[in-house]
């Protein structure tokens, strides 16, 4: 009875313990991107490195426009998109939930194309 007790406990502790995993990087971000919407006399370029960090700017003519420093970060063991340089403070979005993340993904590919 002991035995049978001792078992029971024993797989009951074993069967709680889940491995942690790491959230999945969207590492095809890394490259060079270029916008395909923009407006008209304007070109936006993004730059993702492969520590997930990037910088996106948009240019009409050779003026600058639009600069935004752009980083994927995990911060408790979710992803977020953090964006500095665009509103006083920095912005993060997160990309918890996998619906999000699909749609920031749909997002990119309907936007930009890799050059």
Known sequence: MKLLLFTCCFLLLVSCHQEKKEPQK???LIGDWVRINDKE???TYETW???LKGL???LKEKDT???EKLN???INDILFLK???VNKNETCLSLRNKHLLLLFVKIRRMSF???
Do not use: A, D, L, W
Request: no cysteine.
């Open 26 to 28: 969207p590492t095809f």
């Open 41 to 43: 006399g304007s070109i």
């Open 49 to 51: 490195h492969t520590n």
């Open 56 to 58: 996106g700017y948009t």
């Open 65 to 67: 426009t639009f600069k």
């Open 72 to 74: 994927i970060v995990t």
């Open 83 to 85: 964006v500095e340089g």
């Open 113 to 115: 194309q890799k050059r």
